[in-house]
């Protein structure tokens, strides 16, 4: 009777968990919500993880399958999930894309070709990016059975795996990402050169905290959403020395104002990324002159924060971006 009754409760705590994932997959109040649901299902199905990922967003991807295939497998017939169709990871659960490519399942290819385009246009995989959502998805689609460490959907073999750039107005280069016609990422990254060994940065470059000023004027208006958060969150700990951040700081307000607005309805009472930045430099325990690896840092929580993972046109990662471009320019 209670093994029965266990697996009734599996069932339950497993269809609320995925249709909270196809809800918001990256949404981190999602996560947090997950989380606590995902404790429980380890309980009782048995699941034993050897290594958490580093992201939410990554962990859902690897728990998903698992858990649907251990219940598929211990669970009587007419127990088992609905829908057995759902079980791989496709790119419209983890990527803003449509058409063919969002029905098809995440392909260890298309991810070994993603990383080798990030590789050549940016001389290195960006963390957080579209190839390492890629990776963790494909690799939790091969351990499941869905599919093989060669396959690989048609639309990347014969429409191709790119990442372009271009540079606009203020110096910066918009990366662009796609599989075939389907942008998967944008963002903005700095457009410096590599300074020489022992190469200091002067005392009258731009810094974290005035990048964050800056961001104020250039999209104040904008109601603070997670992947501001998870920006401004990164930007504090990038200024500190220690690379610590103190409860109270512009991180943990600008992640507290992301929830409230989460929960608030007129546009008129949300906090706006004005409200949490304008007086960054002031409100910063330490502060530095931001640098490449700096703005490259910040610029990975803002876009794995965002479905599209595009970055905010003026937004924090856009700010650190000009930022490190003018300081190495000078």
Known sequence: MTSKISRQLDVKLVTLYLTVIQLS?????????????????????????????????????????????????????????????????????????????????VAQRDAAAMQAAENMALGKTQRGGPAAVMQSAAEANERAGFTSHSTATHIARDQGVTVSESTVADGNRIITEAIGDQVLAQYATPEVPTRASGAALGRDQSTIGEALEATALSAGDKAVDQSDAAAIYAAEARASATNEIKPGGIGSRAQSAATQNERTTFFSDKITISDVSGDATTKLSDDKPVTREDAEGIISPEIRNKPDMRTTPGGVASSMAAAARLNQSK
């Open 25 to 105: 997959i990256f949404h981190s109040n999602t996560c947090k919500l997950t989380n606590k649901l995902l404790s429980q299902i380890l309980k009782h199905s048995g699941l034993v993880l050897k290594q958490q990922p580093p992201y939410p967003a990554l962990r859902i991807l690897i728990i998903k399958p698992l858990v649907k295939k251990r219940l598929s497998q211990e669970q009587p017939q007419k127990l088992r999930p609905q829908h057995d169709h759902d079980l791989p990871i496709n790119y419209g659960d983890v990527f803003d894309v449509s058409g063919e490519l969002a029905s098809q399942p």
